[in-house]
């Protein structure tokens, strides 16, 4: 009888100890549970930051689009602008020649005993189907060259008495379309300026929203994603937004705009951040 009472407080010592164990099993899945649930909030959170990262990627991506095609679409009345430029630079070359070899009465019927015609005269006289003068000056120097050629030209005729009213006047004309045309030369150089300091002040932005981006899928991957990857996803992401806006572009301008390549991307980027970084030290805007 004894033997039996033994073995019964044996089996309930063993019974207490699996329900000891239960009791630990059952806090630990509890807490499993508990993480469970913790790291799918997380898991939410984290796609709706990513889901909020595409957003802004392709909203900064739609901003600098829309100001490429701005300066694109004014580029090209630039080109026209140039181009028309040239063609009446030429025009009024052959204008002012032909004025020059005009050749006006001499008040006195005596033969000058010196030639006092200057060597420039001499070019001034060539046939109007010699080249312009113009062609192959840059536009900066366009002003000094046609005040020069004036300056030869009322020297000439002071140094010969010429009678030369309507000479005078084709001269005031010409002259006045030729300043006419440095001041369109001088503007279109200030638009390019301005186009060039567009372009540097978009690198500048784009760089640091780039650089806020990274940081932010960095921070928020929770340490799982390193630089060089978030690097990755950035530059996969925006290849294939940029890509996209320019194909629309394409069909809405009828410019065929090539694709941008990754490493073309990359390149870029690290270009524009080396702008960002100077202009931060050097503190320009």
Known sequence: MSSELELLKQRITELEAENVEIAELKKENAELRKENTDFRMKFANFEAERAELKRKIAETLRMTEEERTRRDAENVKLRATIEELRKNNTKESASFN???DQVPTVTHHE???VDTSLPEDKEMDAPA??????QHI???KCLKI????LSHAIARHRKKRYVANS???SIDEASQHLAQLCDKAFDAEDKANRANQEEILCWYLYAKDFIIQLNGIIESSGGK???KKARGLLYDSITKQLNLLRKQRSQETGLQLRDVSRDSLRKKTQRAEKVYKFIEQVGLW
């Open 138 to 140: 840059p536009k900066r």
């Open 98 to 100: 032909s004025v020059a």
């Open 111 to 113: 033969k000058p005993l």
């Open 167 to 169: 000479d005078k006047s």
């Open 146 to 149: 046609s005040t020069r050629s």
């Open 225 to 227: 994603f390193g630089e």
């Open 129 to 134: 189907k010699s080249k312009s003068p113009f």
